[in-house]
């Protein structure tokens, strides 16, 4: 078990930076390119998860617990946020009958 | 062991294009959940094992299954929408590509960096972390159950059916005022 859990003493620091900068850009990429909503939203849960492994590898990179206990307090907004964006999107089915971003385009003006 | 890193990347980064390019949207989440699976792993890699198994029960068990709930209640994988135009597409990629440039470059531009505490085996065990959690962090702990309840109270309000013909105008410019 020691010879997994310390994978951060082999591997450098630098690749973990290029894994989260790869899954934020395609979290962004994910927002820019899509029209469903709800794929919006999951692309969102990425963006949410690299900026959270990158916490955890600088956290175990330096020994300090506290950037565990901030991935810790992340996940729970991003439950919360999940849970009322999903409502909020039902509520958009209910009302305009689609999932589709651009029909909330009367926020733009 | 480093390869089990470069290999549960790769099936994260495939996932993750998976997740964007795919066509219906329970491919979407299917892709999703095995990207969050071998972030786990990640996490496990890292010596945080408390938090690998936070994300597998919160984001797997808890997050994804509430997408697929909604996914087949709300009917949406028969509902095609239509893509972008093509070249909102290819601008969203290029934007894309150059959001990674920036953030690589700004990363290479970054100071040597050096660990702050000699490494240590017991940091991401369950009990190191629960005591953090109830020692220094107790009120953030607290409050962010305060949170989760407003966020319960909005996910009902906003999945209450509004009484019929609220939407109206009419309906509405004769109860302002008076509620």
Partial sequence: MNEITSAIQIIPLEHYILLSIIMFSIGVLGVLFRRNTIVILMCIELMFNSVNLLLTAFAAYHSDLTGQVFVFFIMIVAAAEVAVGLSILVMMKRNVDSVDINQLNRLKW | MSFLFYFLSAIMIISGLLLVFSKSPINSVIALIVCFIAMGGQYILLNAQFLAVVHIIVYTGA???????????????????????????????????????????????????????????????????????????????????????SAMIGAVMFGKKDPPGYSDPVYRNNNTGTA
């Fill in chain 2, 63 to 149: 997050i994804m299954v509430l997408f697929l709930f909604v996914i087949m209640l709300l009917n949406l994988n028969k509902t095609t929408i239509p893509q972008k135009t093509s070249l909102t597409r290819v601008s969203a990629v290029i934007a894309g590509g150059l959001f990674f440039l920036v953030m690589i470059a700004a990363s290479r531009q970054a100071l040597e960096i050096t660990p702050r505490y000699p490494f240590d085996g017991h940091t991401g065990l369950v009990s190191a972390i629960g005591k953090s959690l109830f020692h220094e962090f107790l009120l953030p702990f607290e409050i962010s159950s305060v949170l989760f309840i």
